[in-house]
Every structure is written in structure tokens, then in C-alpha cells.
């Protein structure tokens, strides 16, 4: 088959299928193209007239106009391209930001921090922290459930499906002509002739393949790069699900689990309660015996035989007894020498029975009951409670883990900030002056008396 041009009437046509109008073809501001089966490159045929036309001369003399028309071709699926990686690079990122606030929302390290009690009472100073921390507590994942979950996948899709039929039309004329007719700015030139004759010129032309060949091959990797993103996205998930499990299972076991933040809050209370308690109770116990000079006697703490062995020893008295009696050994000294003064001089006395007074028995009786002058308290009566023996810091810490976990915690077990602290272990109320008085002053009041009257 050969193909002749007549230059008078504009028209490249073969001596047996008829003619194709060229007018606005390759001369014109786009080209055209030929009908599939245009055979460029035969040998010169002649015309009616008898003229010959070479259809190589034919291309070069068309080759600008192709090479722009090629140009045109590969920036069309150059947009398409791009487009498709804009897409994919935007999703891919929207994806990661989603699966990003989805995740754990708080640094390991941070939550080691909170078992200090001032840092956690900190850290809940900051309701975006309270949120973040109920969002890893409750493990619960809320993210995408695939890649397709963002924003304008169906677009992305779309360009992506687009992408791909390029690839497949590039490979046969009539795809090709589909590429060109996409880029004609004037779609009434977009006939079969016209898409045929720029067709052909765009394929047997090479500067103005290549371009278009350049930029169709840049379509190869697009389905491969959005097929890799789709299943690093659901590997994404998979592991955010995976790292939120674990997460809130450690923030359980950190705060409520055996040995926990909360719980070692709730132990040293409790125990800080019973070591008040049994500390006040046997410190009272010890002072009680320090206050009984029967006591005394019977431990052999005093002696009352000269006055110079009367003073108990001062590093007998434990200190935890002193505490609860409220005086000092030497204080306590003082009091034992007032106490065995009386038979001191009861002795001299009785020695010389004509020389003066007796004691006062109504006297020396009370001196040597002490209980009077003392009380004993209770761990009751001494407000010994978990109110009382909480600190401040502890209460605050127990408002900040209330605060980030709810009815987790147990909310009356302090209740009053206002009494922190406020205990007393000391159960020995002991009124050592009025004593002390009293004892300093023994009665010598009962005059010696015989059957002949006063001596």
C-alpha cells in the first residue's frame, strides 16, 4: 500500500481505500493523525497528476509540529502521574498522622516519671495530659481500620485507575489516539482522520515519542507504591492495636496492679496507721510503769534508803516515755527525789519520835498514788485514723490518680484533706507541775501525842 499526496487539494490519500482530509492536520497548529493502518515510511507513490510525494519528507517537514504535539501528549499523562504520586504522598501522610493519634499517646519514660508523687500530681495539672493518659488507660484503638478510611481515597483511587489505562494505551494506535484526543484544545478536530494522522506522526517521529514514552513509563511503579502503602498501612494497624494493648496492660499493672502506684499509696496509710497506733500504745504502757512507784520499787528503778540514791539514772527512762510524759530525765529525776523525800524524813522522824510532827498519812498516801495526776489515751481518742495520718502530699497524690482513672479509685478512702497530719500518738496525758507541787511540800501537820497530852 502507498500513500499519495495531493498538494493542491491538501490530502494524503492511498490509490485503493479512499482519502484522509488533512487540513489542520500535521501543518496545522496541533497535527493529526492517520487512520490505524497508515503505513509511514512506503516508497513514493505517484499521484493522479502523475507528482510524487515521499512520506519521510512528509514527516520531516511535520517534525516541529509533532515534536509539540508530543510534548503536549507527555504533559498530559505527566499531570496524570503527578497526580497519582501527590495523591499517594498526601494519603500516606494523612495515614500516618491518623494512626499517630490513634496510638499510645504518652512516652514510656514520662510514665515512669509518675511514681513520683509530685510529678504525677504535675502532670495532671494539664488536662490534655489527663486525656492522653484515659486514652492509653482504656487501650481502646480508634484509628483507620484500612488506608481507605482517609480523605479522598476514592479520588486517589481514581487518578491511580487512570494512571494504569495509560500504560495499556500507549501500547496500541488506538490508545494512543485517546492520549492525543485528551490534549486537543479544540475537540472538534478530534476526528478519526485527524487522531489517525497524529497518531502515526507521534509514533514514527522519535523526538516526539520519547517524551511521551518517558512519561508513560513513569506509570509502571504507581500501582506497585500504592499496593505497598495499603499493606504497610494495615501492618500499621496491626502494631498501633498491639502497642495500645500493651500499653494500657503496663498502666494497670504501674497504678492498680500488686505493688502498684495506687495500691503502695494505699499500704503506707494503712500501715502508717498501725505504727502510730502500737507506738502510742506501747510508749504509753512504758510511761504508764515509770508513773507507778509501785513499780518503781518493784524493778528496783529507786532506792530510798539515803537521799543520795534516789535519783533514778537517767538513761533508764526510755525517751519514748519521756515523750508521752512530756518532761526530761532531769525533770523526771526531780520528781522521783520529791516522791522519796517524804520517807526520808519520815525515817528521821521516827528516829527522834519526841522531837516534833509526824507526816501527814492523808498526805503520804496521795504522794504515793500518782494515777490522779494522769490519764491514758487511746489510739481513738488520739484521732488516729487514715485522715488523720494521710499527708497532704498523699492526699493530693490520691486526687490526681482519681483524676486520671475514675471509679478505679476509691474515693472515701481519705476523705478530709484538712485533717492531714492531724493525729496525735501521744496517749499519757501527765500533769507533772501541779505533782511536782504537790510533792514539794510534805505535811508535817500531826503532832506527836501521849497519854499525858502534846509533847
Known amino acids: 500500500m502507498a ?3 495531493d498538494d493542491k487539494k491538501n490530502e494524503l490519500y492511498d490509490d485503493t481505500n479512499g482519502v484522509i482530509d488533512l487540513s489542520g492536520a500535521a501543518g496545522s497548529p496541533t497535527g493529526t493523525t492517520p487512520t490505524s493502518g497508515v503505513s509511514v515510511g512506503s516508497s513514493p507513490s505517484p499521484t493522479s497528476s502523475g507528482q510524487f510525494t515521499d512520506i519521510n519528507k512528509y514527516l520531516s517537514l511535520n517534525q516541529p509540529k509533532t515534536e509539540a504535539l508530543g510534548q503536549k501528549v507527555a504533559g498530559g499523562v505527566e499531570n496524570t502521574v503527578n497526580t497519582v504520586e501527590s495523591g499517594l504522598s498526601g ?62 481515597y476514592d479520588d486517589l483511587f481514581d487518578s491511580l485507575d487512570k494512571a494504569n489505562k495509560v500504560k495499556d494505551q500507549f501500547e496500541t494506535s488506538g490508545g494512543r489516539q485517546e492520549l492525543i484526543k485528551d490534549v486537543y484544545t479544540d475537540p472538534s478536530r478530534a476526528k478519526a482522520g485527524m487522531l489517525g494522522l497524529d497518531e502515526a506522526l507521534l509514533n514514527q517521529t522519535p523526538s516526539a515519542y520519547a ?42 499493672s504501674k497504678f492498680l496492679g500488686e505493688g502498684g502506684i495506687y495500691g503502695t499509696l494505699q499500704s503506707n496509710i494503712d500501715k502508717r496507721v498501725q505504727d502510730v497506733s502500737s507506738q502510742g500504745e506501747r510508749a504509753a504502757a512504758e510511761a504508764k510503769n515509770w508513773l507507778d512507784p509501785n513499780w ?11 537521799l543520795g540514791n534516789m535519783i533514778v539514772k537517767q538513761q533508764e527512762v526510755p525517751k519514748e516515755a519521756l515523750e508521752q510524759m512530756g518532761i526530761t530525765q532531769t525533770q523526771y529525776a526531780n520528781l522521783v527525789n520529791r516522791y522519796l523525800e517524804p520517807k526520808y524524813f519520815q525515817e528521821k522522824i521516827d528516829q527522834t519520835p519526841h522531837e516534833g510532827s509526824a507526816l501527814d498519812p492523808d498526805w503520804y498516801n496521795q504522794a504515793g498514788n500518782w494515777g490522779e495526776y494522769v490519764t491514758y489515751g487511746t489510739p481513738t481518742t488520739g484521732n488516729i485514723s487514715r485522715d488523720t495520718v494521710a499527708t ?26 484538712d485533717k492531714a497530719g492531724s493525729y496525735s500518738n501521744d496517749f499519757v496525758d501527765f500533769d507533772y507541775d501541779r ?11 500531826r503532832p506527836v501525842v501521849s497519854s499525858a497530852g502534846p509533847i
Request: no cysteine; glycine share 4%.
Open 435 to 445: 505533782l511536782l507541787e504537790y510533792l514539794k511540800d510534805p505535811r508535817y501537820l
Open 392 to 417: 497532704a502530699d498523699e492526699y493530693a497524690q490520691l486526687a490526681a490518680l482519681e483524676q486520671l482513672m475514675g471509679d478505679q479509685i476509691n474515693e472515701n478512702f481519705i476523705t478530709t484533706p
Open 3 to 5: 500513500w499519495v499526496y
Open 91 to 152: 494519603a500516606q501522610n494523612e495515614f500516618n498522622q491518623q494512626i499517630g493519634q490513634a496510638g499510645p499517646q504518652i512516652a514510656q519514660d514520662q510514665y515512669n516519671k509518675l511514681v513520683n508523687p509530685m510529678d504525677l500530681v504535675e502532670f495532671t495539672k494539664n488536662p490534655d495530659n489527663v486525656s492522653k493518659f484515659q486514652s492509653d488507660f482504656a487501650g481502646t484503638y480508634q484509628g483507620p481500620s484500612s488506608f481507605q478510611d482517609i480523605n479522598n
Open 296 to 306: 518503781l520499787r518493784a524493778n528496783n528503778k529507786i532506792t530510798s534508803n539515803t
Open 211 to 252: 517524551p511521551v514514552k518517558t512519561q508513560v513509563d513513569r506509570t509502571q511503579d504507581l500501582q506497585d507504591r500504592f499496593d505497598q502503602i495499603s499493606q504497610s498501612s494495615s501492618q500499621q494497624i496491626q502494631d498501633t492495636q498491639k502497642a495500645l494493648a500493651e500499653r494500657s496492660k503496663d498502666i494497670q
